[in-house]
């Protein structure tokens, strides 16, 4: 079992639309968790920390369920530059590891 | 702006052969991170370095790969003897604070791409 999980897609929404990542990690004693966002044939890069109280940044929510051991991510009103690979991260080994899973990816349309 | 810097960006090489592929971090940072990525898959860690050591070198596949870090700057990362399998792209990142602290945030060079025929 992957440390990391998530469903590899592809999402396929129009524009405007909302919608919803699930990831799964399979160490209990992850410690924290993000999200980035990898464009085609590019770099990853972070779009958001998890918290454990749930946190917002404009159109993206994300949530973490630790009993549950899943993250979410929820993009509102998608546009289409939202349009990319999206990497649920988290800490292992004493925080010091970040484990990527291997990404949703999202393509929204006109 | 100066960020994490990789070199070559495009390597292709004969089976068999060694490669080195170099990762200049963000100035400052302390952590330095390989990774790798294969054509459609997720990234797949490889090593760990808080300045020069290496407290997390579990994700090297081989001991055909090995990595080093001089300076608490400069690393780079050794294939030896290459194999096909070993084709991917070769991500490096720098972290300013360990990583899963209150930031976690990743800097991502741009990768260095290596074919193996």
């Known amino acids: 079992r992957k440390e990391v999980e998530q469903d590899p897609g592809p999402f396929n929404v129009p524009e405007g639309a909302t919608v919803a990542f699930n990831c799964t990690y399979s160490?209990?004693?992850?410690?924290?968790f993000f999200w980035y966002r990898q464009d085609c044939r590019k770099e990853p890069k972070l779009l958001m920390s998890v918290y454990s109280s749930g946190n917002e940044d404009g159109r993206f929510t994300a949530q973490l369920n630790r009993a549950s051991q899943y993250i979410s991510l929820l993009i509102r009103d998608s546009k289409l530059s939202d349009s990319a690979t999206y990497l649920c991260?988290?800490?292992?080994?004493?925080?010091?590891?970040?484990?990527f899973g291997t990404g949703t990816q999202l393509k929204v349309e006109l | 702006g100066a960020g994490v810097s990789q070199s070559p960006s495009n390597k292709v090489t004969e089976k068999g052969k060694d490669v080195e592929l170099r990762c200049d971090p963000i100035s400052g940072h302390t952590a330095l991170y390989w990774y790798r990525q294969s054509l459609g898959q997720g990234l797949e860690f490889l090593i760990y370095f808080q300045g020069n050591s290496a407290p997390d070198k579990s994700g090297l596949p081989s001991d055909r790969f090995s990595a080093e870090r001089t300076g608490g700057s400069v690393s780079t990362l050794t294939i030896q003897r290459t194999q096909q399998e070993d084709s991917a792209v070769y991500l490096c990142?720098?972290?300013?604070?360990?990583?899963?602290?209150?930031?976690?945030?990743?800097?991502f060079g741009e990768g260095s791409r290596l074919t193996v025929l």
């Open positions: 990142a720098s972290s300013l604070e360990i990583a899963g602290g209150t930031n976690g945030e990743l800097f």
């Open positions: 991260v988290a800490s292992t080994g004493g925080g010091n590891k970040l484990t």
């Open positions: 160490n209990s004693a992850s410690q924290s």
